[in-house]
Each structure stands twice: as C-alpha cells, then as structure tokens.
Nanobody
Framework: QVQLAESGGGLVQAGGSLRLSCAASGRSISNDGMGWFRQAPGKEREFVGGISQSGTNTHYAASVKGRFTISRDNAKNMVHLQMNSLKPEDTAVYYC????????????????WGQGTQVTVSS
C-alpha cells in the first residue's frame, strides 16, 4: 500500500512558477510509474504528465509541454512537478498518482492517488 501526499500548491500570478511535490510512504515507489493529473472546476480530471520508474522517460500533455517538468528522487521516495509560465487555465487541483504498470497516460493504470493540492493562477 502506498500513501501519496502532495504539497506546494498555492496562488500565483500568470507567468509565475510553482513546484509541486509528492511524498510517498508505505513502500518504495521506485518500481512505479508516477503521474500528475489535474481537475479544474466543472471539468474531468486530465493527465498532465508522467515519469517512468527510473526517471529516464517522461511524457506530457500538449497543453503543458515545454512549461512543466516532472522529476523524481527514488532515494527520497518523492516526485516533483515544476510548473513555469503558468496560465490561468492551469488553475486546478493537482494530483499525483502511482502506476505499478509503469509510465501511462491512462488514469485507469494508476492504483494509488494523493488527496490533491490546489493551484490557482490569477490573471
């Protein structure tokens, strides 16, 4: 069983940056693909990006590619989401999730989810 806890959300002006962190506990996540998802008010949860077990491979949604970067520190059992050039449309609750099957864009691949952290980008 893995418990995931996101942190680092907050209010930022458009063009600013935030770094989200996801701390895992219960067991090592070194064998899991890790993903970040977000859900804006009135919208369905969507894939933001993911990283493979070793960190070698990443994949991003088109809407964030070039602005967001995912990294992981398996020694510390943590995953990070660096968000730059933030836009008001990035406003959402951000979730990290663990996928034992590896890097995936599909929510159904992710077995463990955090509670989410709110990111609000003002214009």
């Amino acid at each position: 069983q893995v418990q995931l806890a996101e942190s680092g959300g907050g209010l930022v002006q458009a063009g600013g940056s935030l770094r989200l962190s996801c701390a895992a506990s219960g067991r090592s996540i070194s064998n899991d693909g890790m993903g970040w998802f977000r859900q804006a008010p009135g919208k369905e949860r969507e894939f933001v990006g993911g990283i493979s077990q070793s960190g070698t491979n990443t994949h991003y949604a088109a809407s964030v590619k070039g602005r967001f970067t995912i990294s992981r520190d398996n020694a510390k059992n943590m995953v990070h989401l660096q968000m730059n050039s933030l836009k008001p449309e990035d406003t959402a609750v951000y979730y990290c999730a663990a996928a034992p099957v590896g890097l995936s864009v599909y929510q159904s691949s992710y077995t463990y989810w955090g509670q989410g952290t709110q990111v609000t980008v003002s214009s």
